[in-house]
């Protein structure tokens, strides 16, 4: 049977021919099998100290304040919804959809206005709890008022077919779905209610939202470009430190609420599945989604592409339900509308929503309504067809709506609607054409040959360490099943562009593609339905639980280290706060320093500041060097120390950390302006602007480890930094990584 050898075959390739993880080159993909239920039972029954369920309760608040938001989500999106049913003139078809079809379209209306909600709040200067509490209550009582007295008269979808339904799924094997649903989602949203340790969210993801909650208000931050981007994510992040009036809990609280999109871009796919191919393929598709490595890793660490994948999916569910629609001759308006704002809203979680979101979801209504149009003149038939452009407008109205007020307030403060991109189109304020160049260069490829894109290809599908042998081994069977093969097929055109857009438009990071996963994702869950034949599913049946045991082994494994990100799942909070602060050391030795109450700390190099408890001042590898504004003479040299002084207490500054280990990976990678050198802080020594090290030696790494590049660096412009370190009871060569300066 060539479907099973296929299976088979990717297996083989996924397991022994890419059996080494490229992110963590000491784990071989056949040993995480072997210790899958040794990993799962440390997970569920940890071992260690400072973990176990009795923490579980530290969770309970952040996950209760998160479902009162997402509540509160669900009564903006009923009236969302009702406001776009208004559109259509007559019955517009949407409001027969089934209920988990409804339900899923109307959460992401809700959390697309919910964050746009508290984008306008924020601008606004009412980022208060009592603001944000008080309108979210008003809606959702309105909402439930208005649900229970219309309870009775409320239209329902045509019901499943009996041979179609989930009943007729074996008891045996919904316990199994059921019981994979449950556990990963355990891992979801207790993963998520921990603090984060990654860079990128430490940096800017949770940082530009504690930034805009702590001044109380949403203004520009010219110091991190980063908080320029659509902030869609980042707003229910910035909302749930609102409604928990702390920014450290909140976080919690809108990392658990973005975890939410997980099980809600499940069922999305299960809607899809149920509706165009069978109940069976739903649940296969949701399933194997919600147990992807990938899909727990952006639920847990707060990056933006669990929204965005979310986004990406239910564009495609309301684009399809809409060309439903066309041959029918029912109202579209309601339902392109729809789609722009979901597609609006998936741009609006990032820049690359645009090419991956609303570019797909147009072309979709192109050329469908050009096809019909066609098809209709093919038959003689003399009423008018369907207008391409309107159709395109009104789509684009819905796009505008919940990605334009980001675009206008790019616009508006900087001048660049996209800011910090399309520069050579737009310009853009405290950008120049020497920022424009370092940017693209960080956020660009430069191979673009057969041989790189058949690299890119085994990374997406196999290589990669997060992700599942579920999904591409599955999804090319999707062309095998009789029903639904155009859809299917479509589906793949879809996958084809995510990858060639990945690959030819960006910088090839792995998070980049993971928007295309639910389109794999359902793909594969139609491809396990291709046969019902025992000679099929029991050898599939097998092959599903391997890669379900894989998938729990990368999600759990803790020895020697996480493959997932960090799962302390059933850890004492407090501990994994302090355990986050480390992945940070300089901001940890200076939050054992210093207090709240200090003067500020001006940050040079260090960029991830999120967990810092004391005032500072910093700028991100793409911005301005502080530094070099504050103590420069615009020629790159020092000011006089009167200057520098004066300068320094104007802006509180009271302290100076460096980072030289930042600025080391930095000045091989990106690029970083010149003027920070030892010599710089040698001078204000010298000037008496800044006192001695306060941290002496306490910050030495290891010279042997750094590369030859680093090495080259640090001999150019760092010498002044190597000292001897002691190491296995030797000496051996180091230098200085952190210091700490006092500004007298």
């Known amino acids: 049977m060539l479907a099973l050898g296929w299976l088979v075959g990717f297996f083989v390739l996924f397991f022994w021919v890419t059996p080494r993880l490229p992110n963590n080159s000491e784990f071989l993909r056949t040993d995480l099998l072997a210790q899958s239920p040794a990993a799962l039972l440390d997970a569920v029954d940890p071992p260690q100290e400072r973990m176990g369920w009795r923490y579980l309760p530290q969770r309970l608040g952040v996950w209760v304040t998160a479902a009162w938001m997402m509540l509160g989500a669900w009564g903006l999106g009923r009236l969302g919804w009702r406001l776009i049913m208004r559109s259509d003139r007559g019955d517009s078809g949407l409001n027969a959809v089934d209920g988990i079809t409804g339900f899923v379209l109307t959460m992401g209306v809700g959390l697309s206005a919910l964050s746009l909600l508290t984008l306008v709040c924020g601008l606004a200067g009412a980022l208060d709890r009592r603001v944000v509490v008080g309108l979210l209550v008003a809606v959702l009582l309105v909402e439930l008022a208005r649900w229970w007295r219309h309870r009775e008269t409320i239209e329902r979808s045509e019901p499943v077919a ?46 530009g939202p504690r930034e805009f909650f702590e001044q109380g208000r949403i203004t520009r931050l010219p110091h991190n470009v980063y908080t320029s981007f659509p902030f869609l994510t980042e707003m229910l992040s910035l909302a749930g430190m609102v409604v928990a009036d702390d920014w450290w809990w909140g976080a919690l609280v809108g990392k658990t609420v973005l975890a939410a999109f997980a099980p809600l871009t499940a069922l999305v796919l299960f809607a899809a599945g149920r509706r165009w191919w069978s109940s069976t393929a739903g649940l296969a598709a949701a399933m194997i989604y919600l147990t992807i490595p990938w899909t727990t890793r952006v639920s847990i660490i707060a990056y933006t592409e669990g929204g965005l994948c979310f986004f990406l999916a239910a564009t495609l569910l309301a684009v399809a ?127 673009y040959s057969p041989s790189s894109l058949g690299r890119g290809l085994l990374d997406v599908a196999s290589r990669n360490d997060w992700q599942s042998p579920l999904v591409f081994g599955l999804a090319p069977l999707a062309l095998l099943v009789t029903v639904g093969r155009r859809r299917a097929a479509c589906l793949w055109v879809v996958v084809g562009w995510l990858i060639l857009t ?178 710089v802080f040698a001078s204000l020594r010298e000037m008496d602007v800044l006192g ?52 007298h």
């Not at 339902?335 to 979901?342: D, E, M, R, S, V």
């Not at 992945?583 to 500020?600: C, F, H, K, Y």
């Not at 001999?715 to 030797?730: E, H, S, T, V, Y």
Request: glycine share 10%; aromatic share 10%.
């Open 321 to 447: 339900l809409a060309m439903e629609r066309i041959p029918r001759g029912q109202p579209l308006t309601s339902g392109w509308l729809l789609a722009g704002l979901l597609a609006g809203s998936g741009m609006a979680c990032k820049y690359t929503g645009l090419v991956q979101v609303v570019v797909p979801a147009a072309a979709a209504l192109a050329i469908s309504i050009a096809l019909a149009n066609r098809a209709q003149r093919d038959e003689g038939e003399k009423a008018a067809g369907v207008s391409v452009a309107g159709s395109l407008l009104v789509f684009g109205v819905g796009v505008a709506l919940t990605v334009g007020p980001w675009l206008l307030k790019n616009a508006v403060e900087t001048g660049n609607p996209v800011y910090p991109l399309g520069y050579t189109v737009f310009g853009g304020a405290d950008w120049s054409e020497t920022d424009n160049l370092k940017w693209r260069a960080a956020h660009s490829s430069n191979d």
């Open 692 to 743: 001695e090290d306060e941290f002496g030696r306490r910050f030495l790494v290891p010279l042997d480890p750094v590369s030859v590049q680093q090495r080259q660096e640090i001999d150019n412009w760092g010498a002044a930094l190597k000292a001897p370190m002691p190491a296995d009871n030797r000496q051996v060569p180091g230098y200085v990584a952190v210091q700490l300066f006092r500004v």
């Open 162 to 207: 009996v041979e179609d339904s989930v009943s007729g799924i074996p008891k045996a094997a919904k316990w199994c779905l059921g019981f994979a649903a449950v556990l990963f989602l355990f891992f979801q949203f207790t993963g998520a209610a921990l603090p984060s340790i990654d860079f990128d969210v430490k940096e800017y993801h949770l940082q």
């Open 502 to 679: 990945w690959w030819g438009l960006t910088h090839r990071l792995d998070r980049f593609w993971v928007p295309m996963l639910p389109v794999v994702s359902l793909l594969a869950g139609i491809g396990v339905t291709w046969s019902k034949r025992p000679a099929w599913w029991r050898p599939c049946a097998v092959l599903l639980v391997l890669g379900l045991a894989y998938n729990i082994a990368v999600v759990t494994t803790t020895n020697p280290r996480p493959v997932i990100g960090y799962n302390s799942f059933l850890g004492d909070l407090d501990q994994a706060r302090r355990a986050a602060v480390t992945t940070a050391p300089a901001i940890l030795a200076v939050n054992e320093r210093l207090d709240g109450q200090s003067p500020r700390v001006l940050c040079v190099g260090e960029a991830q500041v999120f967990d810092a408890l004391f005032p500072l001042a910093y700028n991100t590898v793409f911005d301005r060097s502080l530094l070099e504004q504050w103590c420069g003479d615009g020629r790159g040299g020092l000011a006089d120390a009167r200057t520098i002084r004066d300068k320094l207490k104007a802006e509180g500054v009271g302290w100076v950390l460096v980072n030289w280990q930042e600025i080391l990976r930095y000045r091989t990678t990106y690029g970083y302006t010149d003027f920070v050198t030892p010599g």
